[in-house]
């Protein structure tokens, strides 16, 4: 059989993928993994008392806002990388605007604060447990992409699998600031960031080997 008779015969009865099929495996993922996260959390952490007090502060949606536009972004950028050959260049870039807005805040915070409160600032009362509850909270969502993500087509499997990581771990970082107490951004800045890179460097190994063709 020549060249042009196989490419005939691979091709042969192959329907269109419908619209929205990558967005869609990895939005399944996601949303699976995070019910399980939002439960792991509630029946592990459980969901801070002061939860509706919080909410009329400028930082629990701080801590809302950065994670959840981490996670959006994350999102898109996967979706790119989701589809053989795809760029993802503005969506990569897009990825740092809340990692500068956070920084931003966290120096403005630091500049204007007393010096003897610079320590508490930036320690808080969980430094030694907020990252690693990250992981943890971000595991089942990381399980539920990566599995969507194996039934797509990336052609930088350590690129994809990084993404998929950080992805997963600003979900995490964001289902458990509806536990975390911490209200300080240079706290947020540097040790919720800490745990969803942590994610992403897991990520970026597990894709290496789980993500190739």
Partial sequence: MNTDALIERLSDNLAP??????????????????LVSFALMA???????????????FAFWM??????????????????LARPGARADL????????????????????????????????????HTVCPWRIVVLSLPVF?????????????????AGATAGLLAGAAGAWIYAFHCTENAAPFVALWYTC????VGAAGAALGRVGLRW
């Fill in 63 to 80: 801590k809302f806002f950065y994670t959840l536009l981490l996670a959006l972004f994350g999102l898109w950028t996967l979706e790119r």
């Fill in 143 to 159: 399980a539920g992409v990566f599995v969507g993500l194996r039934r797509l087509a990336p052609t930088r499997p350590v690129l």
């Fill in 91 to 126: 969506q990569a870039m897009l990825v740092l605007v809340p990692l500068a807005a956070i920084a931003a805040i966290a120096v403005l915070q630091w500049t204007a604060a007393p010096a003897g409160t610079h320590r508490h600032l930036l320690m808080g009362n969980s």
């Fill in 17 to 34: 993928v419908r619209p929205g099929a990558v967005l869609r495996a990895l939005v399944l993922g996601l949303g699976a993994g995070a």
């Fill in 43 to 57: 029946l592990w952490l459980g969901v801070r008392p002061d939860l509706a007090g919080a909410m009329s502060t």
């Fill in 195 to 198: 745990g969803i890179v942590l």
